[in-house]
């Protein structure tokens, strides 16, 4: 068989049980409950452009190299120093959230004699990253501490550094990590590295919209932490929050970092325009929280069972692929836009759309979901 038939023949049995992906057309007659722009910023982008023109207007719109070999570093620096100052740290630019967690992951993980342990819905980014450093890695059971303890108990000797790796906010379930638990266990067992993928957090949780470390006054105890720009921040890129000398290490092993030509420098003034709003839009947060706690109960409400979620990310669960399929579509008719998601991304039998909450979305944006919810059902 050529390659085309072979192709063709999978697609065909993708096809076949509702796991067929398609890039989504957009719809401006919809009501958007998919995209990660948990602050509304994107939506204001035309509030902050006389802004952004006078301060950086004349950033160039390519850096035409990597960042070992770029020319022109100055926004790269400043972005880097006002982040790196709101975490108390240095941070380092990278092109993506993906490219973030592959690069530091696999660097980090090759390191002699490293054990790692990731919880078990980790990101596909972290996954790729510990299969590219051909070293030996654990998962451990979502959210269970115990199984941590067992995997840590029966695979670290003395002395060994053992690196844990979890998210605040899971992305298909909105559910949080049990990170002060984490942190307890590092002070039991001072080997342990914390990295933590802040992706969902940024922006969303903390005082200054630093994430869930800083919300539950955990900053100074995460070893690493991951921020990307193109969810809450309204940008693209990603960057990590470590010590100097972790930071120092990755420019020198981790590959998306060497071997990729970096951000255009004015995708990164863009960046560091929005992490400046972000930091005093408590009155964001507060409204999504409120938004968030409104269509979770109302979500309860609807299926009779207590949602895990405790964020802007809520799951309906539905147990079928089809039957999301079918169901998402529905909402579109009504004017809704809710996406579902399948299996690989998602346990076989756990398919679901995922209800995507933004600061923008009003009130009777709300009600008009949940009530549509209530009718398909």
């Known amino acids: 068989m050529s390659i085309e038939e072979i192709i063709a023949g999978r697609l065909d049995k993708l096809q076949e049980a509702g796991c067929l992906r398609r890039i989504p057309q957009p719809d401006a007659d919809c009501i958007d409950f998919t995209s990660n722009d948990y ?10 452009s006389e ?16 960042r070992l070999l770029a020319q022109h570093q100055d926004i790269y620096t400043e972005f880097e120093l006002f982040t790196g100052a709101l975490y108390d740290r240095k941070a380092l630019l990278f092109n993506s959230g993906y490219h973030a967690n592959v690069g530091a992951v696999s660097s980090l993980a090759s390191l002699p004699g490293a054990l790692v342990i990731a919880d078990k819905l ?3 980014s972290i996954i790729d990253g510990l299969r590219l450093s051909g070293a030996r890695f654990h998962r451990f059971p979502h959210n269970d501490m115990k199984a941590l303890e067992r995997i840590i108990e029966r695979n670290a000797s003395d002395g060994q550094p053992v690196i844990v790796i979890a998210e605040s906010i899971y992305s298909m379930d909105g559910d949080l990590a049990p990170l002060q638990e984490l942190v307890n266990l590092k002070h039991r067992r001072p080997e342990i ?43 693209s890129g990603a960057f990590i929050a470590a010590s100097e000398s972790i930071c120092n290490f990755l420019i020198n092993s981790a590959r998306s970092f060497i071997f990729s030509t970096c951000l255009p420098p004015a995708s990164a003034a863009w960046s560091l325009l ?32 207590e949602s895990e979620s405790r964020s802007q990310i809520l799951p309906f669960m539905v147990g079928d692929a089809e039957k999301a399929v079918m169901l998402s579509e529905a909402l579109r008719r009504k004017g809704l836009n809710v996406l579902p998601i399948r299996h690989p991304t998602v346990p076989a039998g756990t398919e679901r759309l995922r ?23």
């Open 274 to 305: 929005m992490m400046k709003k972000m930091v005093d839009m408590q009155s964001e947060r507060d409204r999504l929280r409120n938004l968030a706690e409104r269509t979770r109960k109302g979500l309860e409400s609807i299926t009779s069972e």
């Open 355 to 377: 209800i995507s909450l933004s600061a923008s979305h009003s009130e009777s944006d709300i009600e008009r979901l949940l009530q549509a919810l209530t009718e398909l059902k």
């Open 39 to 48: 602050l509304g910023l994107a939506k204001r982008r035309a509030e902050f």
């Open 122 to 124: 980790i990101h596909a």
């Open 193 to 235: 590295f914390l990295y933590l993928d802040e992706a969902h957090a940024l922006g969303v949780m903390g005082k200054r919209g630093l994430g869930l470390a800083e919300e539950l006054g955990l900053l100074p105890e995460i070893d690493l932490i991951v921020g990307t720009l193109g969810k809450a921040l309204a940008s």
């Open 51 to 66: 802004e952004f023109a006078d301060t950086f207007g004349r950033a160039d719109f390519t850096s035409s190299a990597s």
